[in-house]
Each structure stands twice: as C-alpha cells, then as structure tokens.
C-alpha cells in the first residue's frame, strides 16, 4: 500500500494513465469520434413525405447541424466533411392514437419518418443508411395547426438525437 500510494505522489501512475490512453479516443460524455476526423457535413434534409410541412426540413437540418455545434468539436462545412449526413423526410402523418368511451378520439399522434445516410470518410465500416420514425402525441382537444411547430420540435429533436447516437456514440 506505501509503494501504491509513492507511485501516485510521484506521478507515475497518473503518468502511466496518460500514455495508456494517448491517441485514443475518449469521452466521458458518450460521444465517440475519431480524434482524426475535424469536419462534418449535413446536407438539407428534403421533405419528400405524401404530406408536407413548410418548415419541417428547415427545422430538421438546423437542428441537425446544431447538435454537431453543440455535442462535438467537429467543425460544420457545407459539404464533403469527414462525417457526411444526407437524407430525406419520407413520411410525416397525424392520425388518432386512442378512441375514448363515447367513440371519440382522445389522443392524436404525429409520426415523422427520415431515411438517412452516414458516410464515416475515415472508417467505412460505420456507414449506414437506416429509417429513423418518432413520434408525440396529443390531446385531441388541440387544434393541430396552433400546436404543430411545437410538435415538430419534440418529435424532430428525438429523431437527431437516436441519428446522432447510431452514428457517434458506441454503446
């Protein structure tokens, strides 16, 4: 136990600690990203769904972009980044989720659906393309119109966050 903690007061052990780990990537937060990798790019998500949103695929890619701002020390470039997402909204739909005892809708649900690629420039073996869906429901008793913007955030701050767990946090 003497010899541990002289090891520690020396330095040696958080030495050994540091040249253990040098080079490597690691994160506390859950973000895994290659420290080579410097840039990411996110083209604007098109809405392409049979029902469309005037300001789903602004707020989509904006929300996209700023969660690489925000979580990473990635750089945002307009195109041909180290990490490249591009995509399209394919479905965006309300419909009733519940009927209550007098046959009525008591819930409603708006679903958005986005198909995105991940390109990793600097391991290939992380590119995918996959189907991203989520969701919120509603009372029925709102007006959709006065609470959608509302729910486009919630459901589209759910879906960037399951796209950015797929492509930069290992679990």
Excluded: H
């Amino acid at each position: 136990m003497k010899r541990l903690r002289c090891l520690v007061r020396t330095g040696f052990v958080p030495l050994l600690f540091i040249l253990l780990f040098n080079g490597c990537s690691v994160s506390f937060n859950g973000v895994s990203i290659d420290p080579n990798a410097k840039t990411v790019s996110i083209a604007y998500i098109q809405n392409v769904a049979p029902i469309i949103s005037p300001r789903l695929s602004q707020t989509f890619t904006e929300k996209f972009r700023n969660k690489f701002v925000v979580e990473t020390k990635l750089q945002v470039v307009p195109n041909d980044g180290d990490l490249q997402f591009s995509g399209k909204i394919t479905g965006f739909t309300n419909a009733p989720v519940s009927i209550s005892s007098n046959q009525t809708t008591s819930q409603n649900r708006l679903t958005i659906t986005a198909t995105i690629k991940f390109v990793n420039k600097l391991d290939e073996k992380k590119n995918f393309e996959s189907t991203f869906t989520n969701f919120e429901d509603y009372p029925s008793t709102k007006n959709f119109s006065s609470i959608e913007n509302d729910l486009i955030d919630a459901v589209t701050t759910k879906m960037i966050q399951d796209i950015f767990n797929k492509a930069v946090i290992n679990w």
